[in-house]
């Protein structure tokens, strides 16, 4: 048999026959640009008047750029990939393709960069499917009620601000009082969930980007979850397309019906981000400097976040951004705009930190607007008025600072509200099951929790932990069923009532 008679040079000759057949000898025009001035992770473009916006463009020399500006005699281009050998003059060429992301499973467990490239010295993992990275979000007729729990482990969290798979829920406070804490709680309680879920970083250090990588692998939740990175050193571009990569990244597991978290770690720094691409590419600023679409930025984002209908798969996507505060004020223009976007917010407290409490959630502060639709029957029961309540109580706190003298129904009320509050206290990196908060609300509604002092309320917490362990017990038990459970896992017991 001849060279060109195998089997594999057969088809390849077969392919060059049916390229020659189809091949039309015509004029063909190609449309180039050229570099103005190239620096600070951006590119200004003479040409292209075909461009359009968040167009890739393609530059002689490899590297690659997304059209972000358009003027009626110049391009703005945010630079993705740049090399060296970049410099004005460089020819520029459209593609035709807007900016798109390799989705999948194969992402789980792994960290990748904005583009897709991995970042953890694994090879590139092997994906067949691609989807844009800015799209619109689901329309409203795809859309259901958010009404299934997402479960924080975080006791106030799951007691007095519910969450449910699809809600927007804003994380609010000072640099350095537990936002971060608070998000990889929330990420950790996912195991054994059914929830798939993907950590942004945005403008962080790469010391605080390994620290919270290795706590992750260290729990074994990177067997869930996809971390995208853009550090503090990357350029503005990448730190712009953060947010956006890693919400591609789990709207995917969305349309496929799968439950899934973002974090986004954190707005504030993705904001400047996209002032700073903003003014050197000269678009007017507006208040604070920011341009005048920002708000459209962050909802447009935000608003992919949804729970979807039967129908459409069931999926959703439950957001949380982390956005940071001054002095605590939470009436800036960047909080005030996600706020306004968010279906709640959970708001950190300086004093409450320094005072010892944590997590330190400022109740009175901080809202769920899905509230009891999206907690199970049981636990909604037992809640019902717990967050009145311990409201009420921080407030006749309050007149107790003056050495006023309460009845003994007002100082019964101020003793039971210093035993909830040393309950709510939890440890970061110790989030706990649905059953331990049900748990918990049932033994202090029913006066199990009506002990001396501070220490035997700890202890009760500790026996409840164990007997969950040991003897476990189904969230859907019956009331009965559940009292009986913990008459024998609790000793000493107080009057119970209700």
Not at 45 to 63: C, N, V, Y
Not at 193 to 219: A, E, M
Not at 361 to 378: E, K, L
Request: glycine letters at 10%.
């Amino acid at each position: 048999m001849s060279f060109l008679a195998t089997p594999r040079n057969s088809s390849l000759l077969a392919g060059l026959r049916e390229e020659i057949d189809r091949y039309q000898f015509r004029l063909r025009l190609e449309e180039y640009g050229r570099v103005l001035a190239v620096g600070d992770g951006i590119a200004w473009i003479r040409g292209l008047p075909s461009a359009a916006m968040d167009e890739l463009l393609l530059f002689e020399d490899g590297s690659r750029g997304l059209i972000f500006h358009l003027g009626r005699q110049r391009l703005g281009a945010i630079l993705l990939e740049q090399t060296v050998r970049l410099a004005s003059g460089s020819a520029v060429y459209l593609t035709g393709q807007r900016l798109s992301l390799r989705v999948g499973d194969g992402l789980i467990g792994r960290v990748i960069d904005p583009l897709g490239k991995p970042l953890d010295g694994q090879p590139a993992p092997e994906l067949s499917l691609r989807r844009e990275l800015d799209v619109p979000s689901p329309p409203i007729v795809a859309r259901d009620f958010v009404e299934r729990p997402l479960y924080t482990g975080i006791k106030i969290v799951d007691a007095m601000i519910p969450l449910g798979r699809g809600q927007r829920q804003l994380i609010i406070g000072d640099n350095g009082i537990g936002k971060t804490s608070l998000a990889l709680d929330v990420v950790l309680n996912q195991r054994d969930q059914d929830v798939l879920c993907v950590y942004v970083l945005i403008g962080q250090k790469r010391s605080d980007t390994i620290s919270i990588i290795d706590l992750l692998r260290r729990y074994g939740a990177m067997a869930y979850t996809t971390v995208v990175v853009a550090e503090a050193s990357d350029s503005p571009g990448l730190k712009y397309l953060a947010p956006f990569a890693g919400c591609t990244v789990a709207e995917h597991w969305m349309w496929q019906g799968r439950d899934t978290l973002v974090v986004y770690d954190d707005l504030s720094t993705h904001a400047r981000a996209y002032r700073e691409l903003s003014l050197l590419l000269r678009r007017p600023p507006g208040r604070e400097a920011y341009p005048g679409d920002i708000f459209y930025l962050h909802s447009r984002l935000l608003e992919r976040s949804t729970c979807l209908a039967p129908a459409h798969g069931g999926g959703s996507m439950t957001a949380l951004p982390i956005v940071e505060t001054e002095q605590g004020e939470i009436a800036a223009y960047i909080p005030t705009n996600l706020i306004s976007i968010t279906d709640g917010q959970i708001y950190l407290d300086r004093r409450l930190f320094g005072s010892g409490f944590l997590p330190a959630i400022d109740i009175t502060r901080s809202v769920s607007r899905i509230g009891g639709r999206a907690q199970h029957p049981r636990i909604k029961a037992e809640a019902a008025r717990m967050k009145l309540d311990y409201l009420q109580f921080l407030e006749l706190e309050t007149f107790t600072r003056f050495g006023s003298r309460l009845e003994a129904s007002m100082e019964e009320k101020i003793r039971r509200g210093q035993v909830l509050r040393e309950i709510l206290k939890q440890e970061r990196l110790a989030p706990q099951s649905p059953e331990f908060q049900l748990a918990w609300m049932m033994a202090y509604n029913t006066g199990r929790f009506d002990v001396p002092d501070i220490v035997s309320v700890r202890q009760k917490l500790d026996e409840l932990a164990v007997g969950l362990q040991r003897f476990p017990i189904d969230l859907s038990a019956s009331r009965e069923e559940w009292s009986q459970w913990l008459d024998r896992r609790l000793t000493g017991t107080g009057n119970r009532t209700g």
